[in-house]
């Protein structure tokens, strides 16, 4: 799920960045206090305008919304849809109980489970990938947790003893932080009516259900609430990131424990304490936010966080994917232009690095692939298009993306991905406008563009990616501009 978050930064002078995995640094002055609390607690504004949306559709916290069909050009909740997966979503509240989870048994295509802590870390994910077990799963948070994640109930089991806290149960994971979300996806392969019932009776067969806390709680945590997140809240987005960063930063722990003391103290310096956030004097929060989103750009690009899949296509690398650890100005980053992203053990998002796309109307791209994306059982990867406000594009074939589940075709006419084909061999996808119809050799590779063109922008998407494509090996594809290719 991709919060709507439009944003500019100009070009300022910036202190001396870290580029890397970062810990905390004490700040010296009001300005670096200012700009580290801002980019500690930028993730809490996608997380305040998500979670309202979902406790609307699900009525509450600690219960799933499903997503039953598939979006199309008029759905416009969020930037940039998936097209290739049914979602779920709930609002994950362990301030005053646990969760059960009951996880389905999901054996015919590629599943995830993914579980994020209040700042959108991706500590954990069951499904496909991680050959989770079908059953409960008790989802817990203590102040006093020093290992976030999942702990089998065999293995409690064999180093506690008999342990009662493992009756009936899978597994059981305690949280990073006590707010969070849960995001299922499941992966659509026909998209027709009989699939989508089959995945949603996958969807019916998930459940969360509050039980009391196993574990000692703490009382003085509040419940999410929508006064929690709406409250006497400023319209300027600077200012709302630190009022609620003094909202939620005093339960929810840093990423790395170690980092607290020196995040509290940063933040107190900022003028957020007690709970409150009070202005200081000489603060200057808006240029202090700009400031910070510039920096984060330049972070995310660094070779240091950054990998070449080549002709001008690079990805994260692995090791600062969906979970960020300490370095904040890429949590930041990503907060900003892909909030919810998954570690890459289960996804790979290649961006394309030369700009702005645009054609015009007798204009194409054309996408020539070396090779297939590896992919792990169960895998796959799509490329969709989307138009200048990032929203699918309506076009006559009501088709917006092509991969792994579409029927594309080798040049000669073979399926790329027909049964028990393991061959090699360059293939192209082709985007051009909608009223300029490709020859029938094409017409399976083709993704419409808007009709008279414009502005555009694409997502490559690899979900289950084996070692080729995270290790660099693969290559991604070759985009060339040219004429629009016709009868």
């Not at 001396?16 to 200012?34: D, F, K, Q, R």
């Not at 990131?241 to 310096?269: F, G, H, W």
Request: glycine share 6%; net charge negative; with cysteine.
């Amino acid at each position: 799920m991709h919060s709507r978050i439009l944003l500019t930064t100009g070009l300022l002078a910036l202190p001396c960045l870290s580029y890397g995995a970062t810990t905390c640094e004490y700040a010296n002055n009001i300005e670096n206090a200012t700009e580290f609390a801002l980019s500690y607690g930028f993730p809490l504004y996608p997380f305040r305008n998500s979670t309202i949306e979902i406790m609307i559709e699900a009525n509450g916290t600690n219960k799933f919304y499903h997503a039953t069909q598939l979006a199309d050009p008029t759905f416009n909740q969020v930037v940039s849809p998936n097209v290739d997966t049914l979602y779920s979503a709930a609002v994950i509240d362990l301030s005053h109980h646990d969760i059960i989870l009951e996880l389905p048994e999901v054996n015919d295509r590629y599943y995830v489970f993914a579980l994020y802590d209040v700042w959108g870390d991706n500590y954990l994910n069951m499904g496909t990938t991680s050959k989770s077990a079908a059953g409960k799963y008790r989802i817990r948070f203590s102040p006093s947790t020093t290992e976030a994640g999942l702990h089998l109930c065999s293995s409690v089991e064999s180093k506690h003893g008999n342990n009662s806290e493992c009756d009936g149960l899978q597994g059981v994971i305690d949280a990073v932080t006590p707010y969070g979300s849960m995001q299922p996806r499941y992966a659509v392969n026909s998209g027709d009516a009989e699939e989508l019932e089959i995945i949603q009776s996958y969807q019916n067969q998930s459940s969360l259900t509050k039980v009391p806390k196993s574990q000692g709680g703490c009382s003085a945590i509040p419940a999410i609430t929508m006064r929690l997140l709406n409250s006497t809240l400023s319209s300027d987005i600077a200012t709302q990131v630190m009022q609620l960063t003094s909202r939620i930063a005093p339960y929810s722990p840093a990423r790395n424990s170690s980092d607290q003391s020196c995040v509290d103290a940063n933040l107190k310096a900022a003028g957020i304490e007690h709970g409150k956030y009070e202005p200081q004097a000489g603060q200057e929060v808006e240029y202090s936010f700009n400031v910070t989103q510039h920096q984060m750009s330049i972070v995310a690009s660094s070779p240091v966080n950054s990998m070449s899949l080549g002709n001008n296509w690079t990805a994260l690398q692995s090791s600062v994917q969906g979970d960020f650890g300490t370095n904040y100005l890429l949590r930041e980053y990503v907060a900003t232009t892909g909030y919810l992203m998954l570690k890459q053990s289960e996804a790979l998002y290649p961006r394309y690095s030369t700009g702005d796309l645009s054609l015009s109307a007798n204009e194409a791209y054309v996408f020539t692939f070396e090779s297939k994306p590896p992919l792990i059982d169960k895998g796959f990867w799509s490329l969709t298009a989307y138009n200048a406000e990032h929203f699918l594009i309506s076009n006559d074939e009501d088709v917006y993306s092509r991969g792994s589940n579409s029927n594309i075709t080798y040049s000669d006419g073979t399926l790329i991905y027909g049964d028990n084909d393991h061959t090699e061999r360059t293939f192209q996808l082709l985007i051009q406008p909608d009223s300029v119809k490709p020859p029938s050799n094409w017409t399976s590779n083709w993704i419409p563009a808007p009709a008279d063109g414009g502005d555009i922008s694409l997502i490559l998407r690899v979900y289950g990616p084996a070692d080729g494509v995270t290790n660099g090996t693969w290559k991604a594809p070759l985009v060339t501009k040219q004429n629009a290719i016709t009868a």
